[in-house]
């Protein structure tokens, strides 16, 4: 039996006061020689920075604010990949009352007016010289913005310097100015149609957030009991997941190191040197590691037994899932010992791949497959899969730690309420749900109805109140036939193919489902080696007729969980990815459908014909 609505009692808490800054000087007073963040230098060294140091740091940086005329409640944009530098911004813009404003780095001269010119941003902080030639292309445009510091030119420095004069208590003076009320950010989303809007969004917001996942699922934090917290952050502080991740660290005494770069070569060198203890990211990340574990299975002549691993992983956790919900004993002796015999060959070089530390990871963004999830349980990394929006300040539904069920997006976490409306739309309703659109009073009036927050996500509820996330009310397909389809599922069993990399459905007004493939070209790669081929170029590589049997698989996999009337009756597969840089996806890599679809209008044609 499905739910309607479900409500989870809030957490014992004290009322939050004060603003997010408030943590650096209370935690540098309480335990200075802790460590809080770790710091990777140019020789690329990792070292330790303690909170004093941290809190040392902040406080000249807001003072060289002030002393550049940064002032209470005016708004800075931030335009850079995630570093160290971001958060400090962040936190000496939170210590002087001001609202840091985070833009995409990849973000179009046109995308960054919008935002900039709607917030009425009077600075900038930029990562390097071409966001700074970004900024300065429309700046004609942009008759609020004062200032402009680049991050690669020792802006630190400088504003460091320009501060030396002001006097701590000048700075305090601001501090203490700031309440939970405040406004701490405004972040644009992503903007899948027409332009982003300003989600407005207070340091209470913030505090429940953070304070909450903290409170309920600290204990995943840490790779065994007792050990230091560490997490790696990787995912883009210009989303609201990443800006959780940095606030909840922050507060939550976790020390926080930064990457800027998400490609495996970058990634997995650093996970290996920080060591955190869990991590926190997108499907994404978790595919490229199972994709490059097996890869490596392959090319060493070990494919059997890596699938016979997983295999095992699988049915391990699902009996670890049915005993946690009371449907089973458990693991049986049998698939215990076979367990343990792949651990130290498999498990462990996937953990390995991640750090070695780390037990326990986060996931949201989108739907995380659910075979995927168990495989990982198996092999020793929980992953707790969650759901939100920047509206409610990241994640609203989590999977609990001892009751975790894989493909869904767990339950709302603690003094939240999940409601699905008649036509299947989910509601949401708590403390970190924003206030409202900047200068948009009808998108507001849209989307918050009596404090519940309408997402335009598809969704049900089972009888233990999980959430599963089923499409988006406007990415629902009609045929011509009149048969209603919701694509993410489809693609999402597509993509499952370690060949694909992305798939976007079609049919709209059309007689039937098809649609569009880009493949992962390293997996392809690697596949044609194996069988002992030469490596293709891009355009004879879609007429491979091998590669499209492959592909044809997955497909009719894909296929096989829907009605012949959902189902995908054809395919193309494209020689290039979407990118964000062709406008093709999302700054947090959701497909931009209308655009796909108008950049290859000739291919969704020829697959009527």
Not at 34 to 42: F, M, N, P, Q, S
Not at 388 to 406: I, K
Request: charged residues 25%.
């Amino acid at each position: 039996m499905s739910l309607r609505e479900i409500t989870v009692p809030p957490l014992p808490a004290a009322p939050h006061v004060g603003g997010l800054a408030d943590a650096v000087f209370e935690h540098a007073l309480d335990d200075p020689h802790r460590v809080a963040l770790g710091r990777k230098d140019e020789a690329g060294q990792w070292w330790d920075m303690t909170s004093a140091a941290f809190r040392d740091e902040v406080l000249a940086l807001a003072k060289g604010l002030l002393a550049h005329g940064v002032r209470f409640g005016d708004r800075v944009a931030i335009m850079s990949r995630t570093r160290y530098e971001w958060t400090l911004f962040d936190f000496a813009l939170w210590t002087v009352g001001a609202q840091p404003v985070p833009v995409y780095p990849t973000s179009s001269a046109e995308q960054v007016h919008w935002m900039l010119y709607d917030a009425e941003v009077t600075a900038c902080v930029v990562e390097h010289e071409d966001h700074a030639m970004t900024i300065g292309s429309v700046v004609d445009r942009l008759p609020h913005l004062k200032r402009l510091w680049q991050l690669d030119a020792d802006a630190v420095a400088e504003l460091f310097e320009a501060g030396a004069g002001i006097d701590d208590e000048m700075v305090h003076r601001h501090r203490k100015a700031v309440t939970p009320e405040s406004v701490a950010t405004v972040i644009y989303t992503s903007g899948t149609t027409g332009h982003p809007r300003g989600c407005v969004i207070t340091h209470a917001n913030f505090m429940f957030e953070a304070d909450t996942v903290l409170g309920r699922w600290e204990p995943v934090f840490h790779s065994r009991k007792g050990d230091e917290a560490a997490t790696l952050l990787f995912l883009p502080l210009s989303h609201v997941f990443g800006r959780m991740i940095e606030v909840a660290a922050i507060r939550g005494r976790v020390k926080l190191g930064h990457q800027p770069v998400l490609a495996a070569s970058a990634l997995l060198p650093d996970l290996a040197a920080f060591r955190p203890s869990f991590i926190l990211a997108v499907p994404y990340i978790f595919e490229k590691v199972y994709g490059a574990a097996r890869r490596k299975a392959e090319r060493e002549g070990k494919a059997g037994p890596f699938d016979k691993a997983v295999d095992v992983a699988v049915r391990y956790a699902e009996a670890l899932e049915q005993r946690a919900f009371g449907l089973g004993p458990g693991p049986s002796a049998g698939l215990r010992m076979q367990h343990q015999f792949f651990e130290k060959a498999v498990y462990s070089k996937v953990r390995a791949a991640m750090g070695g530390r780390v037990r326990h990871a986060m996931s949201g963004g989108s739907g995380m497959d659910r075979r995927l999830g168990l495989f990982f349980a198996g092999a020793g990394v929980t992953i707790y899969e969650g759901y939100g929006l920047t509206e409610s300040t990241a994640a609203t539904t989590a999977n609990p730690p001892e009751r975790t069920r894989f493909g869904t997006v767990g339950q709302p976490i603690p003094g939240t309420s999940v409601h699905i409306a008649d036509d299947g739309e989910v509601w949401l309703r708590g403390e970190h749900i924003f206030s409202h659109y900047l200068n948009d009073q009808k998108a507001t009036d849209d989307s918050l109805h009596d404090g519940w927050l309408a997402t335009g996500d598809l969704g049900a509820l089972d009888e233990d109140g999980y959430l599963t996330i089923t499409g988006r009310k406007k990415e629902i397909l009609v045929t011509s036939g009149g048969k209603s389809v919701s694509p993410s599922a489809l693609e999402e069993r597509v993509r499952a193919h370690p060949l694909v990399a992305q798939c976007i459905v079609v049919g709209n007004d059309r007689p039937y489902i098809a649609a569009l493939v880009t493949v992962d070209h390293e997996a392809v790669e690697h596949w044609l080696s194996i069988q002992g081929k030469q490596p293709l170029a891009p355009a004879a590589l879609v007429r491979d007729p091998e590669l499209e049997t492959e592909i044809r698989r997955a497909v009719v996999a894909a296929n096989t969980a829907v009605s012949q009337a959902e189902s995908i009756r054809t395919f193309r597969i494209l020689a290039h990815p979407f990118s964000e840089e062709h406008g093709l996806l999302t700054p947090s890599l959701k497909l931009k459908r209308k655009a796909i679809e108008a950049a290859y209008a000739a291919e969704v044609d020829a697959l009527y014909r």
